[in-house]
């Protein structure tokens, strides 16, 4: 079975444009995550989704991100404008839907704004 | 808010010795605590869940410990291999939902031949 799908693995940007990551989670998984990870720390919760509705989205920029998940399945992360300190790794995770269920990560998308 | 400390950034321990690894959270004692290993270039992987009711739990040469008095898990490699060298973090619920995760950060674990 192919684990959560993250395009594209890199991005490098200048500050101000815009930019977009795509999630793909495990079939069948109501629950997805995008995390924000910077270097030498954990990843840090920006929006889960149960299905195609945000149920925690406290933690996302709304002045600059966005998020949707049409559909209930694939999600799109974006940022505009992207700032420097916007330069991080970007996590998507899926589980399948109980507050215990494993979250299985994919492999995220590197972003380097400059 | 709740948060998480993880012993040390980094550990270095030789083949075949047990390598400890602590988790220490400041707040209320979640329901649960989850242990993750990431490797450079990759996405967080799950290896244990133990829950508050459960002293320890066990997954071949993988033990996890849950001390609610001392707010405190254990993480614990036995005969461990140069293959388990990589980032390792705790990760428990917070706030409101029990399905969103706070994550340490991590330490580092280098096992030498």
């Known amino acids: 079975e192919a684990g959560v799908v993250q395009s594209p693995r890199y991005k490098i940007i200048e500050k101000k444009q815009p930019v977009a990551f795509w999630c793909n989670p495990i079939?069948?998984?109501?629950?997805l995550y995008w995390y924000l990870q910077n270097l030498g720390q954990g990843p840090e919760l920006l929006i889960r989704?149960?299905?195609?509705?945000?149920?925690?989205d406290s933690q996302l920029p709304k002045d600059r991100f966005s998020a949707e998940r049409l559909k209930g399945v694939d999600s799109t992360l974006k940022i505009q404008p992207a700032e420097l300190g916007d330069s991080a790794v970007y996590l998507c995770?899926?589980?399948?839907?109980?507050?215990?269920?494993?979250?299985?990560f994919g492999p995220g998308t590197r972003l380097t704004v400059l | 808010s709740q948060k998480i400390e993880q012993n040390s950034e980094a550990l270095n321990i030789q083949e075949g010795k047990t390598a400890t690894l602590t988790c220490n959270y400041t707040?209320?004692?979640?329901?649960?605590l989850q242990w993750y290993r990431q490797d450079p270039g990759r996405g967080p992987v799950f290896l244990l869940l133990?829950?508050?009711?459960?002293k320890e739990k066990r997954k071949e040469r993988l033990k996890v410990t849950f001390d609610t008095t001392l707010k405190q898990s254990l993480f614990h490699i036995t005969a461990s291999q140069p293959a388990d060298s990589a980032t390792y973090l705790c990760?428990?619920?917070?706030?409101?939902?029990?399905?969103?995760?706070?994550f340490g950060k991590g330490t580092k674990l280098s096992v030498k031949p």
């Open positions: 990760a428990l619920p917070y706030g409101g939902s029990q399905g969103n995760l706070i």
């Open positions: 079939s069948g998984h109501n629950t």
């Open positions: 989704y149960e299905n195609e509705e945000a149920v925690d």
């Open positions: 707040n209320y004692s979640p329901a649960y």
């Open positions: 995770a899926s589980s399948l839907g109980s507050a215990t269920d494993t979250q299985y």
């Open positions: 133990i829950r508050e009711n459960e």
